[in-house]
């Protein structure tokens, strides 16, 4: 069993920056790829960013790309998502969750285990 514990959400002015955090315990962090998703009112949960387990891969949305940034620090259990020019759009409940190989996917379906989520609100 994997517990992850979001934190960092909260409200923001369009063009600052928020850092979101996702504590992982329960299993050897390092061998486990790690996602961030989101899900806005009314729209189904997306992929945002994603980190293979040793971190030296990352993959984005388009939409995210050159403005959030996706790390881990295993020692930690730790990962990130730095978020940068936030704009109204990325407004959403933000999800962290964790697969069970090291590797990395872009579909829901390919994680094992989730967090319960962390409000971020943009303001425009």
């Known amino acids: 069993q994997v517990q992850l514990e979001e934190s960092g959400g909260g409200l923001v002015q369009a063009g600052g920056s928020l850092r979101l955090s996702c504590a992982a315990s329960?299993?050897?962090?390092?061998?486990?790829?790690m996602g961030w998703f989101r899900q806005a009112p009314g729209k189904e949960r997306e992929f945002v960013a994603a980190?293979?387990?040793?971190?030296?891969?990352?993959d984005y949305a388009d939409s995210v790309k050159r403005r959030f940034t996706i790390s881990r620090d295993n020692a930690k259990n730790t990962v990130y998502l730095q978020m940068n020019s936030l704009k109204p759009e990325d407004t959403a409940v933000y999800y962290c969750?964790?697969?069970?190989?090291?590797?990395?996917?872009?579909?829901?379906?390919?994680?094992?285990?989730w967090g319960q989520g962390t409000q971020v609100t943009v303001s425009s």
């Open positions: 980190i293979t387990g040793s971190g030296g891969s990352t």
């Open positions: 969750a964790v697969r069970g190989r090291p590797s990395v996917v872009r579909s829901l379906g390919g994680y094992d285990y």
């Open positions: 329960g299993r050897t962090f390092s061998n486990y790829g």
